[in-house]
T-cell receptor
Framework: GENVEQHPSTLSVQEGDSAVIKCTYS??????FPWYKQELGKRPQLIID?????GEKKDQRIAVTLNKTAKHFSLHITETQPEDSAVYFC????????FGKGTMLLVSP | GAGVSQTPSNKVTEKGKYVELRCDPI?????LYWYRQSLGQGPEFLIY????????DSGLPNDRFFAVRPEGSVSTLKIQRTERGDSAVYLC????????????FGPGTRLTVT
């Protein structure tokens, strides 16, 4: 089955800096790669996703890149704000998803 | 419109008891998923329904876990002879299906087995 590795497990940045979270996956059949943001005690919220026929996708301050050959994908957040502080999960799959273990992002004012 | 809803929000039960967790997906979503999330971990896939049928139940940990979706909408996750290791947040998600993969999560049910 699919195996997703996510790094780093924690990331601390200053407000205004950029943050990058990286994931690798193992199953070449995976073709859908979403990212979720989860605040403490809340449900995971879909923030951006990318499909295997696209190399990069951007939505305001967040962007995701995908390298299918290397089987890795990354989340980029620019101009970070304190409200970006949360746990971020990457996932890979098709109809079912395998999630990474999460990255706790802390943005300090 | 309304999002995915789950009841109860919290459930405390004694070891060995039977529990049922309910998920109400977004209206019109044909695909429904159950996940389990332990503290400090990502959601772990349990079972996926497309319509009324279980399309993939490979994530169910053992035969104490069972899920149904009899009318293709609401789903119930059933756990028999609960064990302390079953304690976790059980998340439900739904998607449009038919190639639309975006999954939207419910708030979860926090299950505590004492």
């Amino acid at each position: 089955g699919e195996n997703v590795e996510q790094h780093p497990s924690t990331l601390s940045v200053q407000e205004g800096d950029s943050a990058v979270i990286k994931c690798t996956y193992s199953d070449s059949a995976s073709n859908y790669f979403p990212w979720y943001k989860q605040e403490l005690g809340k449900r995971p919220q879909l923030i951006i996703d990318i499909r295997s026929n696209v190399g990069e996708k951007k939505d305001q301050r967040i962007a995701v890149t995908l390298n299918k050959t290397a089987k890795h994908f990354s989340l980029h957040i620019t101009e970070t704000q304190p409200e970006d502080s949360a746990v971020y999960f990457c996932a890979a799959g098709y109809s079912t998803l395998t999630f990474g273990k999460g990255t706790m992002l802390l943005v300090s004012p | 419109g309304a999002g995915v809803s789950q009841t109860p929000s919290n459930k405390v039960t004694e070891k060995g008891k039977y529990v049922e967790l309910r998920c109400d997906p977004i209206s019109g979503h044909t695909a429904l998923y159950w996940y389990r999330q332990s503290l400090g971990q990502g959601p772990e896939f349990l079972i996926y329904f497309q319509g009324t049928g279980a399309a993939d139940d490979s994530g169910l940990p053992n035969d104490r876990f069972f899920a149904v979706r009899p009318e293709g909408s609401v789903s119930t996750l059933k756990i028999q002879r609960t064990e302390r290791g079953d304690s976790a947040v059980y998340l439900c998600a739904s998607s449009r299906g038919q190639g639309r993969h975006e999954q939207y999560f419910g708030p979860g049910t926090r299950l505590t087995v004492t």
